[in-house]
């Protein structure tokens, strides 16, 4: 998994609340049975004017001019400003590997849907709850200013602005630990391999009808 | 010391080992896994050369990709084909018990895990896939995981998980007659939005889910997701014990006994206490119709579309000016006046055999009105599409001009050849009304199974409790 230490970035707004999964990345493209290459299609159905397919070459498709990410001043954003809710829906991980496959190393929202939040960490992607009144701040600073950036520095946990302000925000150590070192999750679990066998027999004992098997 | 929740009790029952920052190792008991969220687990599985830790634990369904008609000539969209036979090659491989497409037993993922008894009360239970709350109606934990976690349970058994918040949402009294499951569920995300459950693990309680059979409680379970909650739960009751007694992957009659002891205990202790609790008067829930893009943006029947102008959050209003601009209908509008182009019965939500029976009732003998272009029936299994044939619903659905398809999750995110066109309209039994969830372009309105079938006869939205 690669780590995520220091993210200086050109940040891009995306202005509305509840942006779910099928925006971020529409079910026609988690036909693919790879984890890369979802990029092109990342919010597909605001980005382009013309519809699109698995497998087709999106360099010909027409694409919409007034979409955020179009516009030249945001091409090659690493950090995505977006509203509450963020990432709500389904429980694709392809909504992740657009983001990352797209460029971006962060999110910064007021609040994110679960399983988005979560499967944000096992990608090497960084979710950034900050409160409303600060995203909101950011929102309008990014607006202001073309080329608008901000520094994201994990082991401090903060984000700061060009003229100096830092907000700080909050993560869980584990998950900030295995980011930072880009660590395998199921590799650190295995070290836990008597515990979870020494449990399991004991379940087998108390409860043998929860191993009935498929 | 206060007593504990239902979440509480299964999920202390289910931990492995806890960091002293809370996280905690969680014992998965049962893995539901389809072709959409697994081919990369395996490919990962396969890339650090590790096996399955218990493959008993695991079963595998084809569900989002598959026809819905003509099965025998197999999946004509290559790409769709290559998913399925990538699940079927994988659980060949490592040795999964897979309910391939053209078995009896193969449906939409949360309804062949009930019906076989692989769901069990007090399990955890997970999925790649967000609907996968629809277990917790047995008073299971069961939640939905994204692929690194399918891969992660896959080779460790196990989840790296934080506790969530408890909330529970009573239901007090009793829903009129003509209120199903649906609008209960609806009604509560309607009160509390799309994210007030995150964080939360929702316990729905009350006479009016005492009530409900399993096949409602899976529905409000199911939709717990909508209101941002990863899982939603059920106490158990003699309605669980009986739907679970005798299924195939369910305990053994040796084991019954012990089993159903066992399982007492699967309700909150009188003295739990609650991070969050919500109050429904069940008496005032009406059949409900979503009007915009996402399922908090939902009335009852006889309301209006409400106005953006009216509401004093902006981000809220302009997103629901959005939502009205894409739905293509106006503030003020009665929600009657709303008139549909297709009607699609089916979806993890609805597509159990209780749900065919609703919708038959209000259908048996009228014809669906012939501004309805399409009107699709999807039993949620072939048992399901078996039993209703037994009992004859096809032919009430069929003799009305509605369309009897082969099993899976078809229109409810169209990822088989079934989906809206740019602009059409549909009354749906599923649980998203998102843009573009039914086809680019098209316009989903959420409703129960009686509400999609009158709508289907009047060819706009009415009260169901009127046929
Ligand atoms: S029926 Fe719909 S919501 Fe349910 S699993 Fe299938 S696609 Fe997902």
Not at chain 2, 306 to 332: C, N, Q, R, T, W
Not at chain 2, 459 to 466: E, I, M, N, P, S
Request: hydrophobic share 40%.
């Amino acid at each position: 998994m690669q780590k995520f230490e220091v993210e200086t970035g050109l940040v891009a707004p995306m202005d509305r609340p509840n942006v779910d999964t099928d925006a971020i990345i529409p079910k026609q493209y988690l036909k693919s049975i790879k984890r890369a290459g979802f990029g092109p299609n990342l919010f597909d159905d605001w980005r382009y004017l013309d519809p699109g397919a698995p497998d087709a070459d999106n360099s010909q498709r027409r694409i919409n001019p007034d979409f955020v990410l179009n516009q030249p001043r945001y091409a090659g954003a690493t950090i995505l400003l977006a509203r509450e809710n963020f990432g709500c829906g389904s429980s694709r991980e392809h909504a992740v590997w657009a983001l990352t496959d797209y460029g971006f190393r962060a999110v910064i929202a007021p609040a994110f849907a679960d399983i988005f939040y979560n499967n944000s960490f096992k990608n090497g992607f960084l979710p950034i709850a900050l409160k409303e009144e600060e995203v909101d701040a950011l929102f309008k600073a990014c607006f202001a200013n073309e080329g608008y950036s901000l520094t994201i520095d994990l082991a401090a946990q903060t984000v700061s602005t060009p003229d100096g302000e830092a907000y700080h925000f909050d993560i869980d150590p584990f998950r900030k630990h295995c980011l930072l070192n880009g660590l395998d999750d199921i590799e650190l679990t295995l070290q836990h391999r008597a515990e979870i066998e020494n449990y399991e027999a004991r379940r087998r004992q108390e409860a043998p009808w929860l191993f009935g098997g498929a | 010391m206060a007593g504990k929740t239902l979440y509480d009790k299964v999920w202390d029952a289910h931990v492995v080992r806890s960091e002293e920052d809370g996280t905690a190792l969680l014992y998965i008991d049962r893995h539901l896994i389809h072709e959409v969220t697994s081919p990369q687990a395996f490919e990962g599985l396969r890339l650090a050369g590790r096996q399955p830790w218990r493959v008993g634990s695991i079963l595998g369904v084809a569900d989002h990709n598959v026809p819905t008609t003509d099965r025998a000539s197999g999946i004509a969209d290559p790409v769709s084909r290559t998913q399925v036979d990538t699940l079927d090659a994988n659980c060949t491989a490592f040795g999964i018990t897979e309910f391939r497409m053209n078995d009896l037993r193969q449906g939409i993922v949360h309804v062949i895990g009930p019906e076989q008894g692989a769901t069990l009360p007090g399990m955890t239970v997970v999925c790649g896939d967000s609907h996968t709350a629809t277990h917790g109606a047995f008073g299971a934990l069961a939640f939905g995981i994204g692929t690194s976690e399918v891969e992660h349970v896959m080779a460790t058994q196990c989840l790296v998980q934080k506790k969530s918040k408890n909330m529970r949402v009573t239901v007090k009294g009793h829903v009129g007659p003509g209120v199903e499951g649906k609008d209960i569920v609806l009604a509560i995300i309607g009160e509390l939005g799309t994210a007030g459950g995150t964080g939360y693990t929702i316990e729905f309680a009350g006479e009016a889910i005492a009530d409900l059979s399993m096949e409602g409680r899976m529905t409000v379970c199911n939709m717990a997701i909508e209101a941002g909650a990863r899982a939603g739960m059920v106490a158990v009751d003699q309605t669980t014990i009986d739907y679970v007694k005798n299924r195939p992957y369910g305990p053994t009659a040796a084991q019954w006994e012990a089993a159903v002891a066992s399982w007492q205990d699967l309700h909150s202790d009188e003295d739990a206490v609650f991070d969050k609790e919500i109050v429904i008067d069940a008496a005032t829930i009406k059949p409900q119709v979503t009007w915009g893009t996402s399922p908090e943006m939902v009335v009852p029947v006889d309301a209006v579309v409400p106005d953006p102008a009216a509401e004093s959050d902006s981000v809220k209003a302009s997103g629901m000016e959005k939502a009205l601009a894409y739905m293509g209908i106006s503030a003020g509008m009665p929600i009657t006046d709303i008139a549909i182009d297709k009607v699609f019965i089916g979806s993890c939500t609805n597509s159990r055999i209780e749900d065919l029976r609703s919708a038959a009732a209000v259908i048996k003998g009228r014809r669906k009105a012939d501004s309805v272009s399409v009107a699709m029936v999807v039993p949620g299994s072939g048992l399901v599409k078996q039993q209703a044939e037994k009992e004859g619903l096809d032919k009430i659905f069929t003799d009305a001009g509605f369309e009897w398809r082969e099993p899976g999750c078809s229109m409810c995110l169209a990822m088989n050849a079934d989906r809206l066109e740019p602009g059409e309209r549909c009354a749906s039994t599923s649980n998203r009304n998102f843009e573009g969830r039914q086809g680019q372009g098209g316009r989903t309105h959420l409703v129960s199974p009686a509400m999609a079938a009158a709508a289907a006869i009047a060819g706009h939205f009415v009260d169901a409790r009127a046929f």
